[in-house]
């Protein structure tokens, strides 16, 4: 159990409006610790690094360092004691494929052709008619070909333009990111996610890529209007997943959660064999994309459960800073059904800070927009309590809180009905059951309506029933093993439930123990 958290915006101890490191420290109690927190075995944070914030730290200026919006390397050291104290891991995020324009690799690079440092990056000559070198497109807009004027040359880059893209054809390149996650490993990190690894190597012929037609669901038409084929998820990337690998075994316990935005038949080139050749686990979005329907994810679970290889878990995921939370986008009287289904799956989960309490997007805000790839709604500051500033800060909040009176952790607390309660007994569940934890996964066919699957692990077995539908829906329980004693509900039940015609009302899910 993973629980991202997304820096600037969990909690503000400094009062300049941005979460830090500090803030953190002061709210691992929603994290574990207490017989408050929600007891998840990792953070997840999202980079701290110093950054000229062009992608709020996914551009990143040194990977040795922290920011110092965020805190000093002292108070990542006290985060890492305090969270190892509290039995909780920490990951922080590696981002290998790119630094900031600002970087002193990309400084030196674009310095002269000559530079020592020039080939860590990517260099082309225009093409005959002076444009970019192919016609490949940035993932947040526009060319993936920048010119500098000083060198006659474009550089290469998937993201925004102030994210040049390394080189890591360069075996100079390969050393300096293993020398960073040393570097982190000794600071006793626990490991890593690992930012957009799918775009580590690229076609060295920089052929065009061809125009995107149709959609490959569950994933949208490629959002720079192209297929990718030479630029990302080439079959050499995996090479780079092997060397990652290899480091972080150097150290012994340490983790590798792979973000790589590509359908689960592909994300398990990035897994190797399961034995350790590859990613030890590896976000499968599928689940992030898919719209609210039982098919839809009787689909998706069985398309991890087909290609995972065996001795790995799938990685799931409904939120993250990147998308739309789930909350808004499934419709939020779905929450508590969401948490249940995504708490039984087989595998890890993360969870996007904030959805504990049914966080939603920002349905609007003031001004124009702070992230150009239209991200802010998602990333408001998490609401701690009922003020204005929902305890996020004393300060000016980067982004404004949606509704901290109405929703926030401090009344949730209070309230066993609240969907945070709801959370802590879903993780707590999950903790106490092996099945739950690790235990196999079988899907059923009982209703067109209705996700039905078990979970077995040895004599226990639990048995998930979720009612995707927006009316009631009577199934035959016995007939999958059904004993009847109901585990958890959504919503009111007595412990005991009829199981031959069990009538689920819209919405409601269950967990029935089975015979
Ligand atoms: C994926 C990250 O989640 C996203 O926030 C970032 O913009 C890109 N990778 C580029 O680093
Ligand atoms: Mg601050």
Not at 107 to 112: A, E, L
Not at 149 to 171: I, K, M, V
Not at 442 to 452: D, F, G
Not at 481 to 494: D, F, H, K, N
Request: aromatic share 10%.
């Amino acid at each position: 159990m993973i629980y991202q958290v997304y820096p600037r915006s969990f909690a503000d101890a400094d009062g300049d409006g941005i979460g830090d490191l500090p803030g953190l420290l002061a709210h691992l109690d929603q994290l574990a610790g207490t017989e408050l927190s929600l007891d998840v075995d990792a953070v997840w944070l999202s980079p701290i690094f110093p950054s000229p914030m062009a992608d709020f730290g996914y551009d990143i200026s040194n990977f040795t360092d922290v920011a110092p919006v965020f805190g000093s390397l002292a108070d990542l050291d006290r985060l890492i004691a305090e969270c190892h104290t509290r039995g909780l891991r920490l990951l922080l995020d590696l981002v290998p494929c790119h630094t900031s324009i600002e970087h002193p690799w990309f400084v030196d690079s674009r310095s002269s052709r000559g530079s020592a440092r020039r080939d860590w990056y990517s260099w082309a000559d225009p093409s005959p008619d002076g444009g970019p070198p192919n016609n490949w497109r940035a993932g947040f807009g526009g060319p993936s070909w920048t010119f500098d004027e000083a060198t006659g040359q474009y550089y290469l880059h998937s993201f925004y333009p102030e994210q040049p893209d390394l080189n890591w054809r360069n075996p100079e390149v390969a050393a300096a990111i293993a020398e960073v996650m040393r570097f982190w490993f000794d600071h006793g990190v626990d490991g890593f996610r690992v930012d957009a690894i799918s775009h580590a190597m690229k076609d060295p012929q920089l052929r065009d890529n061809p125009p995107a037609i149709d959609p490959v669901p569950p994933f949208p038409v490629d959002p720079t209007g192209q297929y990718r084929i030479w630029n990302m998820d080439r079959p050499e990337v995996v090479e780079v997943v092997r060397f990652l690998q290899r480091v972080a075994a150097e150290y012994p316990g340490r983790l590798l959660v792979g973000e790589a935005f590509v359908p689960v038949d592909r994300l398990v080139a990035y897994l190797g064999d399961g034995a350790g050749d590859g990613f030890a686990r590896a976000f499968d979005f599928e689940l992030s994309l898919i719209e609210w329907s039982a098919e839809a994810f009787k689909v998706t679970i069985r398309r991890a459960e087909r290609f995972t290889p065996p001795g790995i878990e799938p990685t799931w995921a409904l939120s993250n800073h990147d998308l739309s939370r789930h909350a808004t986008r499934f419709g939020e009287r779905r929450s508590r059904l969401a948490a249940l289904i995504l708490l039984t799956l087989r595998g890890t989960v993360c969870l996007y800070a904030g959805e504990e309490i049914g966080m939603i997007d920002a349905p609007e805000l003031p001004g124009p927009p702070l992230d150009r790839a239209g991200r802010d709604a998602q990333r408001t500051p998490m609401q701690w309590e009922a003020s204005p500033n929902g305890g996020f800060t004393s300060g000016h909040p980067w982004l404004p809180l949606v509704d901290p009176l109405s929703r926030n952790v401090a009344t949730q607390r209070g309230d066993p009905a609240s969907l945070l309660a709801w959370y802590r007994r879903l993780l707590a569940l999950r903790r106490s059951s092996a099945a739950l934890r690790h235990g196999a996964l079988t899907l059923h066919e009982l209703h067109p309506h209705v996700l039905a699957f078990t979970r077995q692990d040895g004599d226990e077995r639990l048995l998930v029933l979720a009612n995707l539908g927006d009316a009631a829906a009577t199934v035959d329980a016995a007939s999958i093993g059904a004993s009847g004693e109901v585990v958890a509900a959504t919503g009111p039940r007595e412990r005991a439930a009829p199981t031959s015609a069990l009538r689920l009302e819209p919405r409601e899910g269950l967990v029935l123990r089975a015979g």
